[in-house]
C-alpha cells in the first residue's frame, strides 16, 4: 500500500516569513495529493491540491510542487500570518475513472507562527 | 447544502453497548469515507463506499460495520468496543470521479469514548 512520509514535524517559523512542508510518497500510482489544514478539535480543511499531470499549483500565498519523478512534493506558504498556525497533514492517493481509493496521510506538521 | 454532516458530534458508550454513527451530505456526491483519528495522529482510512460498492481497510476490526442506505447516507455501526477504539471518526465525501474531481470534503466529526 501507500506510505506518505512528511516532514518536519514542527515548524516555528517568524509572522511574514516563508514556510515549506515536503512530503514523499512510495507508490508510482498515485495521482492526487492534497494538503489539509487542521485546526484544534476541528475537521481537516482542504487547502489546496494538485495532480499527477501537473507540476505546480497556486492559490494565493499558498503553492504546492510535485516531482513525479522523485515522488515528492511540498506546501508552501508565504508571508505567514497567525491564523496559518494548525497542523498541515498531505496526503495521496490513487484515483481512477468511476471509483476513488481514500486518502493515505502524512504523520502532519504543527506549524506555530511567532508573532 | 455544500457541507458534511455527522451526528452526534460525542458518544459515549459501554464496551457492551450497539450504537450506530450517521453521516449525510447533499452535494451529489457518489464516494463517502469513514476515517479514525486519534489524539495528535492523522486520519486513518477505515471505509470507501464508491458508486455503492464498499471497499474495506483489512486492518479494520469487524466490531466495526459500514452501511450505506444511499447515496447521500453513511453509517457507521458499532459493536462491542474496546476503550482503544476511542477517537474522533470522521466521514467524507467525493464527487464523480469522472468529472475528475478528487477532493474529499470532512464532516466535523463524532467525538468517542468507550467506557
Known amino acids: 500500500g501507500e506510505n506518505v512520509e512528511q516532514h518536519p514535524s514542527t515548524l516555528s517559523v517568524q509572522e511574514g516569513d516563508s514556510a515549506v512542508i515536503k512530503c514523499t510518497y512510495s507508490?508510482?500510482?498515485?495521482?492526487?495529493f492534497p494538503w489539509y489544514k487542521q485546526e484544534l478539535g476541528k475537521r481537516p480543511q482542504l487547502i489546496i491540491d494538485?495532480?499527477?499531470?501537473?507540476g505546480e499549483k497556486k492559490d494565493q500565498r499558498i503553492a504546492v510542487t510535485l516531482n513525479k519523478t522523485a515522488k515528492h512534493f511540498s506546501l508552501h506558504i508565504t508571508e505567514t500570518q497567525p491564523e496559518d498556525s494548525a497542523v498541515y497533514f498531505c496526503a495521496a492517493s490513487r484515483n481512477s475513472g468511476g471509483g476513488a481509493d481514500g486518502l493515505t496521510f502524512g504523520k502532519g506538521t504543527h506549524l506555530i507562527i511567532q508573532p | 447544502d455544500t457541507e458534511v454532516t455527522q451526528t452526534p458530534k460525542h458518544l459515549v458508550m459501554g464496551m457492551t453497548n450497539k450504537k450506530s454513527l450517521k453521516c449525510e451530505q447533499h452535494?451529489?456526491?457518489?464516494?463517502m469515507y469513514w476515517y479514525k483519528q486519534k489524539a495528535k495522529k492523522p486520519p486513518e482510512l477505515m471505509f470507501v463506499y464508491s458508486y455503492e460498492k464498499l471497499s474495506i481497510n483489512e486492518s479494520v476490526p469487524s466490531r466495526f460495520s459500514p452501511e450505506c442506505p444511499n447515496s447521500s447516507l453513511l453509517n457507521l455501526h458499532l459493536h462491542a468496543l474496546q476503550p482503544e477504539d476511542s477517537a474522533l471518526y470522521l466521514c467524507a465525501s467525493s464527487p464523480k470521479t469522472t468529472s475528475g474531481s478528487y477532493e474529499q470534503y470532512f464532516g466535523p466529526g463524532t467525538r468517542l469514548t468507550v467506557t
Open positions: 452535494m451529489g456526491h457518489r464516494a
Open positions: 494538485i495532480r499527477s499531470n501537473v
Open positions: 507508490d508510482s500510482a498515485s495521482n492526487y
